[in-house]
């Protein structure tokens, strides 16, 4: 299925560079399904104009076998994974990582990105993060950015901001560049964690490949928020080839 979504503005979010050859048409390709409660449908078709307005044909695909096409998967510049918990088949989970080595960039937000595809480690190694809890309902929390990456082009201009959504306790890979965090708020169900200091926002490599992670976004309203939308918006065109 190809998009052809009107294309939107972004809030405050001119998209950063990249590393994209600007003599040939970019592709995108969006994946989404999994669990309802995170609005995979409402929440890409929102991203879907962004990408066309950035440029890019975008392939929106709901099914995890679009990673099974090698030659498809080749072509394509940039992944949106918005698939929240369900399974990937190792074949599936080969041809997305494949890819990424290869130079295909993947971006996502929340559990679409790090609560996807709980039993398969390759697919965490990719990502660089899993979610592991977060407190009841949502919580007030304040998101700041870190000081070394405050020139990164994904948060470059952006200041500290409070959004109310569910906060993610998310265990990492050490390789992370991390460019914005919050500190955890006091949680009854899982006493000793107020205060400490949990990735929000992301980059890593895996191979040629660049990936970009932001832990909010549950709901359709968190995209409202300007500094969350221009770090999707700038993440997406970071990661892409």
Same mark, same amino acid.
């Given at each position: 299925?190809?998009?052809?979504?009107?294309?939107?503005?972004?809030?405050?979010?001119?998209?950063?560079?990249?590393?994209?050859?600007?003599?040939?048409?970019?592709?995108?390709?969006?994946?989404?399904?999994?669990?309802?409660?995170?609005?995979?449908?409402?929440?890409?078709?929102?991203?879907?104009?962004?990408?066309?307005?950035?440029?890019?044909?975008?392939?929106?695909?709901?099914?995890?076998?679009?990673?099974?096409?090698?030659?498809?998967?080749?072509?394509?510049?940039?992944?949106?994974?918005?698939?929240?918990?369900?399974?990937?088949?190792?074949?599936?989970?080969?041809?997305?990582?494949?890819?990424?080595?290869?130079?295909?960039?993947?971006?996502?937000?929340?559990?679409?990105?790090?609560?996807?595809?709980?039993?398969?480690?390759?697919?965490?190694?990719?990502?660089?993060?899993?979610?592991?809890?977060?407190?009841?309902?949502?919580?007030?929390? =304040? @998101?700041?950015? +870190?000081?070394?990456? !405050? #020139?990164? *082009?994904? &948060?470059? $201009? %952006?200041?500290?901001?409070?959004?109310?959504?569910?906060?993610?306790?998310?265990?990492?890979?050490?390789?992370? =560049? @991390?460019?914005? +965090?919050?500190?955890? !708020? #006091?949680? *009854?169900? &899982?006493? $000793? %964690?107020?205060?400490?200091?949990?990735?929000?926002?992301?980059?890593?490599?895996?191979?040629?490949?660049?990936?970009? @992670?932001?832990?909010?976004?549950?709901?359709? #309203?968190?995209?409202? &928020?300007?500094? %969350?939308?221009?770090?999707?918006?700038?993440?997406?065109?970071?990661?892409?080839?």
């Amino acid at each position: 299925m190809t998009s052809s979504s009107t294309p939107s503005s972004s809030a405050g979010s001119a998209p950063a560079s990249g590393h994209l050859d600007p003599s040939r048409p970019r592709r995108a390709l969006v994946v989404r399904g999994g669990w309802d409660g995170h609005v995979p449908v409402e929440s890409t078709d929102r991203i879907v104009p962004q990408l066309e307005q950035d440029g890019y044909t975008v392939t929106v695909s709901d099914t995890l076998d679009a990673y099974l096409d090698k030659e498809a998967m080749a072509a394509t510049d940039l992944v949106v994974n918005c698939w929240t918990m369900g399974e990937i088949t190792d074949d599936q989970a080969k041809g997305l990582a494949g890819a990424v080595a290869a130079g295909t960039g993947l971006a996502g937000w929340h559990g679409g990105i790090v609560d996807a595809f709980r039993a398969t480690p390759l697919y965490h190694f990719v990502t660089g993060g899993q979610f592991v809890h977060h407190p009841r309902g949502f919580v007030e929390h =304040e @998101v700041t950015f +870190v000081p070394e990456a !405050v #020139d990164h *082009p994904i &948060v470059a $201009g %952006l200041e500290p901001f409070t959004i109310t959504t569910e906060q993610y306790y998310v265990h990492t890979d050490p390789s992370n =560049e @991390v460019l914005a +965090v919050t500190d955890y !708020v #006091d949680d *009854p169900d &899982v006493p $000793g %964690l107020v205060g400490r200091r949990m990735p929000v926002t992301w980059t890593r490599t895996w191979g040629a490949g660049n990936v970009f @992670v932001t832990t909010l976004g549950h709901k359709m #309203d968190d995209f409202d &928020v300007p500094e %969350l939308d221009a770090m999707i918006r700038r993440g997406m065109a970071w990661a892409s080839r």
